[in-house]
């Protein structure tokens, strides 16, 4: 948890299936119904606390990784990730998964890459990201778990790759958002004055604004109605997730 106003009193959940049972108890409540429930503070927006309603989510369902490199439900390996919805319900904006090593010059593989760890094991959790809603009156959609198809993992890989390939060859300053059919490489800084260590071409060490791995909208989108889809199959046979 990055913001130390929230309290520590949720307990981890022990298995996967309550997890899911606590997910369902959020799902169809505002932030301010859940921020009421754990005596929180509700922020008139996010300018300023833009982790703010991952830290409600993950404080409510009990996450317990903190900073730690590990993933956020850390006995269950399950990472968590909000995915706010413009108006019309779909995704609004790429997914930030985590920062990219500038200065990697190395052997590294796909497998062994913080980025697939991450993926791995996804909790998407849906958010109202409207900006004509008062945050406290957004609502928290169905929650559902995720771990990438075979497809899906060859073409993260594929994209993950070609992408650290051009880090280790020195060439961070020439990527652009545009490169990646899923995943994509952006400026991950509060401004273009944040600066961390990298390698260029010629492979001296030189400054360069710290960037993320993200996710694009348009794979989330596919997440998501991938999702409404086993919901409604599953509701159809009597079965609810």
Request: with cysteine.
């Amino acid at each position: 948890m990055n913001d130390n106003n929230l309290p520590a009193n949720v307990l981890p959940p022990q298995t996967q299936d309550e997890l899911l049972t606590r997910c369902q108890g959020l799902a169809g409540k505002t932030l301010g119904m859940l921020a009421a429930e754990l005596n929180i503070e509700v922020p008139d927006n996010l300018l300023r606390h833009k982790g703010w309603v991952g830290n409600l989510l993950e404080l409510y369902l009990g996450a317990n990784a903190g900073n730690k490199a590990e993933p956020d439900f850390v006995s269950l390996g399950i990472e968590m990730k909000t995915l706010p919805l413009n108006a019309q319900g779909q995704p609004k904006e790429s997914t930030y998964v985590c920062t990219v090593s500038m200065s990697q010059s190395g052997e590294l593989s796909w497998q062994d890459s913080w980025l697939r760890r991450k993926l791995a094991h996804v909790l998407w959790v849906p958010i109202e990201a409207d900006k004509t809603i008062p945050l406290a009156q957004r609502y928290v959609g169905n929650a559902w778990l995720w771990q990438p198809s075979e497809q899906q993992n060859a073409v993260l890989k594929r994209d993950w790759e070609e992408l650290m390939d051009r880090i280790v060859l020195g060439e961070q300053s020439e990527i652009t958002a545009k490169e990646g059919e899923y995943l994509q490489i952006r400026p991950k800084a509060a401004n273009s004055k944040v600066l961390v260590n990298g390698v260029s071409s010629s492979g001296s060490h030189e400054k360069i604004n710290p960037k993320g791995f993200y996710l694009r909208a348009v794979f989330t989108r596919q997440l998501l109605e991938q999702a409404s889809d086993t919901r409604d199959e599953q509701s159809k046979n009597g079965y609810q997730i």
